[in-house]
T-cell receptor
Framework: AQSVTQLDSQVPVFEEAPVELRCNYS??????LFWYVQYPNQGLQLLLK??????LVESINGFEAEFNKSQTSFHLRKPSVHISDTAEYFC?????????????FGQGTRLTINP | EAGVVQSPRYKIIEKKQPVAFWCNPI?????LYWYRQNLGQGPELLIR????????DSQLPKDRFSAERLKGVDSTLKIQPAELGDSAVYLC?????????????FGQGTRLTVV
């Protein structure tokens, strides 16, 4: 079985500052890793995913995450945040065999951007 | 393509009353999921369908929850009778083997409040 720990429930930052949202996972098998974003009153949207290959993956809106197998981490970073990045961010893990058929989510990190 | 559609968006009911949620997945997606998201938590899988067959319902509280996907397309999740602790957001998602089971698409959710 897999599990996910998001180490911060809330992260307040100022606009244009860098941010890191931390995610650690546990699994006895090879995994896929995901970051989903949930804007206020919206459903979850896939932000980025690690499947294989390069351990650094990027989203279209400037976020990136790095898969670190030795530290079992998949932290999400952005060098300069915008007010529109205010949302809740969920890290998720699945086994490679099951993929999206068996996503296990973390508790979420609420990112608040202050002007 | 149209996304996952859920209705209603919001529902307020008194405890012990029945309630039903409806989901229309993305066209062609044969896998459908119901998740429950408690306040301040990540989503948790309730049930997964492959076409009309429920292949993973281990987390569904079967004493009061039921689900169906009669024609392998739309799905309904029912709670009868509802309890105060059922207040949550109920999310529907769908996925397809065309993407190698690496992405689940979520609807906007139904926010249930039991009073």
């Amino acid at each position: 079985a897999q599990s996910v720990t998001q180490l911060d429930s809330q992260v307040p930052v100022f606009e244009e500052a860098p941010v890191e949202l931390r995610c650690n996972y546990s699994s006895s098998v090879s995994v896929y890793l995901f970051w989903y974003v949930q804007y206020p009153n919206q459903g979850l949207q896939l932000l980025l995913k690690y499947l294989s290959g390069s351990t650094l993956v990027e989203s279209i809106n400037g976020f990136e995450a790095e898969f670190n197998k030795s530290q079992t981490s998949f932290h999400l970073r952005k060098p300069s945040v915008h007010i529109s990045d205010t949302a809740e961010y969920f890290c998720a893990v699945s086994s490679r065999i099951q993929g999206a058929q068996k996503l296990v989510f973390g508790q979420g990190t609420r990112l608040t951007i202050n002007p | 393509e149209a996304g996952v559609v859920q209705s209603p968006r919001y529902k307020i009911i008194e405890k012990k009353q029945p309630v039903a949620f409806w989901c229309n997945p993305i066209s062609g997606h044969n896998t459908l999921y119901w998740y429950r998201q408690n306040l301040g938590q990540g989503p948790e899988l309730l049930i997964r369908y492959e076409n009309e067959e429920a292949v993973d319902d281990s987390q569904l509280p079967k004493d009061r929850f039921s689900a169906e996907r009669l024609k392998g397309v739309d799905s309904t999740l029912k709670i009868q009778p509802a309890e105060l602790g059922d207040s949550a957001v109920y999310l529907c998602a769908s996925s397809s083997p065309d993407r190698g089971w690496t992405e689940a698409f979520f609807g906007q959710g139904t926010r249930l409040t039991v009073v």
